[in-house]
């Protein structure tokens, strides 16, 4: 794909994450264009009225509120939207229930004449991201899911609290399903340039119960804040716009997102989080770390899980 550089983003879906993320876009200068889709029709205008409205503190972007045949000249497409979790609903019920919307959002995308990449957030990400891939037709470099790039912030964010040094001075990664299965990489984990074997001692008791403790919170920091505010949007929405940054501005950046593997850790034909290199073309490449026995182990249960899960929702 040749790159290009109008930098035009078409988001669907204005709930909090869409909105939010656009946001994060004007605040920050990322993108030249936003064009706003949602079935409703009067929440994506209202939106983007309201957004133009901060332009003049921000820097020269168009925003508009538009449909599907929008998506033709995109670069990026980013998808937010999608039905939430009702109450007695299963989990599969919910994966099914989106599978089917996307079918709906993905074909209107591609008869649009659309040829860039997307950025799927929906969840459960990693399914939508590959049922994305399989109903566009697109390589798939060019189909992207947020993966655990949240999940990462938030390990990073805590570690450096624990340690009391800056969050983006802490190379860590939460790998594997962005959920339950989930696993942080302690084996790849920096604070500085000093591995983290180096400042603490792993194998003791109470060392590994610290660890233990952050990794929870971070895997269940999602319900804390819903228990709390109702939903999350802020972070995935800064998680979004740092992966359309890395794709706009061609950095070949190392991000954790949902990707397809193709045999990297011995696994074939599923979208999952994992280190991979980003730039203007989408995904550059995965990034295949080392893992101890034990990750080996957790990356496996994971991609178990989630092709279970897959192959039912596919199949329905």
Known sequence: MTIKCTNKVALIGTGFVGSSYAFALLNQGIANEIVMIDLNKEKADGDARDLNHGLAFASPMKISAGGYSDCKDADLVVITAGANQQPGETRLDLVEKNVKIFKNIV?????????GIFLVATNPVDILTYSTWKFSGLPKERVIGSGTILDTARLRYLVGEHFDIDTRNIHAYIMG????????VWSHTTVG???????????QDDVQKQLDDIFVNVRDAAYHIIERKGATYYGIAMGLARITKAIFNNENSILTVSALLDGEYDQEDIYIGVPAIINGEGIRKVVELPLNDKERTQFAHSAEMLKNVMKKAMDS
């Open 177 to 184: 399903e962005h959920g339950d299965t989930e696993f942080p």
């Open 107 to 115: 074909d209107s995308v591609m008869n649009s004449g659309f040829n």
């Open 193 to 203: 340039a000093s591995h983290l074997s180096e400042l603490i001692d792993l194998h």
